[in-house]
């Protein structure tokens, strides 16, 4: 199926600057038009819940004083302060994300680097 629609020519899949055109006319069979022609919608994931949640002892792990220790990139007094505002009410989602970057960095210094 990738094949095929890889050799079709560009006016099938893009017609008069709307994109997807031939997949969308296609779903118009199965589908509501206002379902197919509904404006873009972005995805947000739930990396609040998954932080505060069953990733919380991985994150931990990942972020503790030892591991941070093998490149000394990061004050892991810091650190530890950042994960512990997760634990107050509200925790806030530029607290989650930068969490978030520096366990998915740690983890990839230690896969790559260390």
Not at 7 to 23: A, D, F, Q, R, V
Not at 28 to 34: G, M, N, S
Not at 39 to 48: N, Q, R
Request: with cysteine; charged share 25%.
């Amino acid at each position: 199926v990738i094949e095929f629609v890889a050799s079709l020519p560009g006016g099938l899949k893009i017609c008069n600057g709307e994109t997807k055109h031939l997949l969308k006319r296609a779903a118009l069979r199965y589908f509501p038009e206002e379902m197919i022609r509904r404006p873009k919608e972005g995805f947000l994931m739930p990396i609040t819940a998954w932080i505060l949640g069953h990733l919380r002892p991985w994150v931990r792990e990942t972020l503790s004083p030892e591991r941070l220790r093998l490149h000394g990139l990061f004050d892991s007094a810091q650190v530890q302060r950042l994960l512990d505002r997760l634990s107050e009410p509200g925790a806030d989602y530029l607290a989650v994300n930068r969490v978030l970057v520096l366990a998915i960095f740690q983890e990839w210094y230690e896969l790559y680097l260390a």
